[in-house]
């Protein structure tokens, strides 16, 4: 990993932090100086924060928090237009090679980074790792929330078989450069191992801290999570039985220099 020495404006950041954002006054300014702290380690970093059209003071408490910590940007919606709407704005605006996401109500810790990213940078470096998907084993949530998760997790393994635990947890570090070639519809950010491993990259899953709630309200709810999830898993699963990976055997050219040579 970096030091934080290296982290300076003039750096290029290695790694940019993606945070969506839906009224949550309560929690956003906390947890912008959480992850500075946190990700500082790892070396240059930047932080991306969406506000997905809130309506209570979030925008007014980013701006603040954008005059003290020079690595953080604010993107605007106009609008409130979802979760993975958010996370794809920040992805677009990100420049860093790697992301990291988290929720935006603080209960991802972002002080799991930091090892997510020594994971991903084990010797050997294995190019096909294109994604680490962080698993909350240890829960702070309604029962609802971790009943409706329970029903989601279970129908998605059986449908999708990603093998990933909690492929419903915010905390995630994924290539830019994947994030983006994959496909978009609303709700995506909940099938990404599956969307990853379809693009022909490998996952794997760290176990993370999970945190209560600190304020605000939860946007949880059968109607926008479960429900809909599982009608999602069905069209996820259309686009894993439609997958194709080709498998070049060689290729031939009349131009007799080779990449290698230039």
Same mark, same amino acid.
């Given at each position: 990993?970096? +030091?934080? @020495?290296? !982290?300076?404006?003039?750096? =290029?950041?290695?790694? %940019?932090? /993606? ?49 003290a910590v020079p690595e953080l940007v604010?993107? +605007?919606? @106009?609008? !409130?237009?979802?979760?993975? =709407?958010?996370?794809? %704005?920040? /992805? ?60 989601? !997790? ?109």
């Amino acid at each position: 990993m970096g +030091n934080s @020495d290296s !982290n300076s404006n003039d750096a =290029a950041p290695i790694i %940019s932090v /993606v945070v969506p954002v839906h009224n949550e006054e309560a929690n956003i300014g906390a947890l912008v100086a959480e992850i500075v702290t946190s990700v500082a380690p790892v070396g240059a970093f930047e932080m991306v924060v969406v506000n997905d059209g809130s309506t209570d003071n979030t925008q007014t408490v980013l701006a603040e928090a954008a005059k003290a910590v020079p690595e953080l940007v604010v993107v +605007n919606h @106009d609008g !409130n237009f979802g979760q993975s =709407a958010a996370v794809l %704005s920040g /992805v677009q605006t990100a420049s860093a090679d790697w992301i990291a996401t988290l929720d935006g109500d603080g209960q991802n810790d972002p002080a799991d980074i930091p090892g997510m990213w020594q994971r991903l940078h084990q010797a050997p470096r294995d190019s096909s790792l294109k994604m680490i998907a962080g698993h909350r084993r240890k829960r702070h949530d309604s029962w609802i929330k971790l009943k409706s998760s329970k029903i989601a !997790n279970g129908i998605r393994g059986r449908l999708l078989a990603d093998g990933i635990p909690d492929t419903g947890c915010g905390l995630k570090l994924i290539e830019r450069e994947m994030f983006l070639s994959l496909p978009f519809f609303d709700h995506f950010h909940r099938f990404l191992p599956a969307l990853v491993q379809r693009a022909g990259g490998r996952v794997v899953s760290v176990e993370v801290h999970h945190r209560p709630r600190g304020g605000g309200q939860s946007h949880y709810g059968i109607g926008n999570r479960l429900w809909v999830g599982i009608v999602d898993i069905i069209g996820v699963r259309w686009l894993q039985r439609r997958g194709r990976h080709p498998v070049i055997r060689d290729i031939v050219s009349s131009n007799k220099e080779s990449k290698d040579d230039r």
